[in-house]
């Protein structure tokens, strides 16, 4: 029969599991709202329209709905740029008392609605999970000897993301702010992994193929690759709404067109060759493995070549970005394998640090 401390451990170890998977989920929903405008779905926070739950039918909001919202989300933007001239960051506060964008009122429209309160419902259910796990932490913090200071800093990163969410929502998705969100997703998803690894270690078979430094550079580089996705991201925004998406300027007569990407800035050159060099590595590792007549085996379970059919299928979903002008459905997949392709290098670099500390011990 299991012990009370047993199953503490084991709950906790759970929690841990349960809040990576909902903070690794909220990558796919958030991929979802933003490849089809529904940012601002609902345009207060946290509740929707006003509404705990968001209405079916336009008939249920006031005739006058969209001068409300629109007033609240300016009174937060006003409070909103006097704390940011007062941390002496007055451009940003110049650009949020005069971008236009503010001052549109949103249109109810019932799927991107409930498409944005889906994605804060599993918001919340995150921080549910964060919560038990953090208190589980703390109440037992004699028992869970490791990791607990990784605990305290995701939950933090959580609930700061959190609060980011609802600025997103008052600048009407402004530029930046909505790269912070989504950056901060994935320190949020690495300190709770970082926590848990640190109370269970992760423990993955033929990882000695390349040092532990070079799995912690590898990690530091595809970040980097997906900071400049989010920039170039950003870029794509801004194109779509100065009317210059398109190479040519529009597409063609079969209602097709080409990225515009000859408009783009070099952060994009380096985000659209870096994942060959990385593929090339790769391939390169597997091939001096069999050279050298290693004993690891070049199949399925193999996390070189895991890594390199994550970045193939990166680079094949980047190609339809520019021959297809950035579909929402590649956007979405985009994030995905550029979540599980970080994550499990991460988890990778982990698995490597433990396995030095118990060899050199």
Known sequence: MRSSSDFILTLYRRMGLYTCSSVFLLFILGALVRATGSGMGCPDWPKCFGMWAPPLCECDLPANYQTIFLEKRLQKVARLAVITNQLGMRKTAQELRN?????????????????EYINRLFGVLAGLFGFCYLAIMLIYRKRILNGKAWGVLAFILLILNGWLGSLVVSTNLLHGIVTLHFLLS??????????????????????????TNQYFGLWVSVFLIVIMGA????????????????????????????????????????????????????????????????????????PMLIIAALASTQIALGIVHIWFVVPAWTQVLHVVVAGALISIIFALYLSSRTKISFLQA
């Open 186 to 211: 994935f320190l949020c998803l690495f300190a709770f992994m970082a926590s848990l690894h640190a109370f269970r270690n992760f423990s993955f078979q033929n990882t000695d193929l390349i040092s």
């Open 99 to 115: 971008d236009p964008s503010i001052r549109i009122p949103e249109v109810f429209h019932p799927v991107k609605a409930w498409i």
């Open 231 to 302: 920039w170039t991201r950003e870029q794509v925004d801004a194109m779509r709404a100065n009317g210059t998406l398109y190479a040519g300027g529009e597409k063609d007569f079969l209602g097709f067109g080409i990225l515009n990407v000859y408009t783009m800035d070099f952060v994009f050159s380096l985000h659209r060759y870096l994942p060959f060099l990385l593929l090339g590595w790769m391939i390169f590792l597997l091939k001096k493995a069999q050279k050298a007549g290693s004993t690891q085996p070049i199949g399925y379970h193999n």
